[in-house]
């Protein structure tokens, strides 16, 4: 293992020939903590299900394709791909065992979805039964209770991979799912891919608090417009205030933030902290000048986060936290509580209004939440070459935004992305798979890979 220039972790894979090298890695035999079991589906075997659509929906799909957690597994026609049941079955079930017995934490889950939307091919939850001696039959669930009851599942429109935590550890090596569909659903039920997950750490808590309460700890801030020089966003941060106090005593000028005539409909706010933190609520008071005004309100705000680099434009992807905003005739300083709590040091912030007139914007912002920091940098921390892949295995010290990139050389400039490998991550394993041609057999033997945070 070495550090690049920018102090990111960078592994050498050397072909000479048909022999491989990896330099500078002593590879431990023993399991890292917190990781899919099989991530290429190996280990699950004896696989069956209550029933299939057709030959090419055959439920050994779920076990074929390697994944982490977030990922996309496919656009498009998923024959092939995905286990699918024939459409009367109501409850898709499926069996299978372990090459061992495992102390499972987690479910590893994606939706099937052929060539668009359709909320009945979705599963809306799943029972789950584990033994460490007995086989299951999917022909039918025991008659005993699961050990996992009623699982959520995502819904929504999409088919990621994603995790769904277990209220306590199972342990076994045989598994029954019993997958439940919404009553009177068409479509076709079944599941893109499955895998149980280990050694899951504990989610982050801690004693949420309003983060700098004189917001000292807010730096770097940046407004994509400002009314003029008495309304800049730096006066988001400017005040000391007591959740459901007033912010503004008449004029607001050198008190708030608000947009130019040109950004009627919407504005964004960029900062950063002075380290990460898990994020519960926001603090915000509207902007109020002199009276009220309906039109000097802001009505929606989106937020992203980034654990590891700034944000001072609107990310290509969707917001992390979607908030509706008070729009009363007050500029009170209110709470808002997160549908759920996201982790970043920093923050973009965009604030939206219909309506064409006003010059809304903010006179306080706070966030609520603490502090929940990595002790390492990411690493590559194994590495296996077959004939048609190379299959990477990279720790995290923390959940948030990673990319993986590859180069023949070690000059700055020359670092290209893997494909698919920008991973939002929930726990320190993450698992790709690169299938690239060129880096199977680089012509001058050498390929490089570095793990950063985004």
């Not at 964004?268 to 009276?291: G, H, K, N, T």
Request: aromatic share 10%; net charge negative; glycine share 6%.
């Amino acid at each position: 293992m070495a550090l690049d220039a920018q102090g990111r972790s960078r592994l050498l894979l050397e072909m000479n020939h048909t022999t491989l090298l990896l330099a500078t890695l002593a590879l431990s035999s023993s399991l890292l903590p917190a990781r899919i079991i099989s991530p290429d589906g190996s280990a699950y075997t004896n696989v069956t299900a209550n029933s299939s659509l057709r030959a090419e929906y055959d439920v050994a799909n779920l076990f074929d394709q390697y994944l982490t957690i977030n990922q996309d597994p496919g656009s498009g026609i998923d024959a092939g791909r995905a286990w699918a049941t024939e459409a009367a079955v109501t409850t898709p079930i499926v069996s299978f065992e372990l090459d061992n017995v495992y102390d499972v934490d987690a479910l590893a889950y994606a939706q099937r979805q052929y060539q668009s939307y359709s909320a009945n091919d979705k599963c809306v939850s799943v029972d789950i039964w584990v033994s460490e001696t007995t086989p299951f039959s999917a022909t039918s669930p025991p008659s005993s209770a699961p050990q996992i009851s009623n699982l959520t599942l995502e819904t929504g429109e999409t088919d990621l991979y994603k995790l769904y935590r277990f209220p306590s550890s199972v342990r076994g090596r045989y598994f029954l799912c019993k997958f439940s569909r919404s009553a009177n659903a068409g479509g076709i039920g079944g599941g893109t891919e499955l895998r149980l997950v280990t050694d899951l750490p504990a989610e982050v808590s801690g004693t949420s608090a309003v983060i700098s309460p004189d917001g000292s700890l807010y730096s770097n801030v940046q407004a994509s417009s400002i009314l003029n020089a008495n309304y800049t966003a730096d006066n988001l941060f400017d005040q000391e205030l007591a959740i459901g106090a007033s912010a503004t005593n008449g004029s607001d000028s050198g008190l708030a933030w608000a947009i130019a005539d040109s950004d009627g409909e919407e504005g964004s706010v960029s900062f950063e902290l002075d380290q990460v933190y898990q994020i519960d609520s926001l603090l915000y008071a509207q902007r109020q000048f002199s009276f009220y005004n309906f039109n000097d309100k802001a009505r929606t705000l989106e937020i992203w986060s980034s654990r590891n680099a700034p944000i001072t434009e609107q990310p290509d992807r969707s917001a992390d936290q979607t908030l509706t905003l008070d729009e009363a005739s007050t500029d009170f300083y209110l709470e808002y509580t997160l549908n759920s709590p996201i982790a970043g040091r920093y923050f973009f912030l965009r604030f939206t209004n219909p309506s064409a007139s006003g010059h809304f914007g903010g006179a306080e912002l706070r966030l609520a939440g603490f502090p929940t920091t990595g002790s390492f940098e990411p690493q590559i921390t194994s590495l296996q070459k077959e004939d048609s892949f190379i299959d990477l295995e990279l720790k995290v010290p923390a959940q948030g935004r990673y990319k993986v990139q590859y180069s023949y050389d070690l000059s700055n400039s020359s670092w290209l992305d893997l494909p698919d490998s920008e991973i939002e991550a929930e726990f320190p394993i993450i698992n790709l798979r690169d299938t690239q041609l060129n880096n199977l057999n680089p012509n001058d033997g050498k390929v490089f890979y570095r793990i950063m945070g985004l």
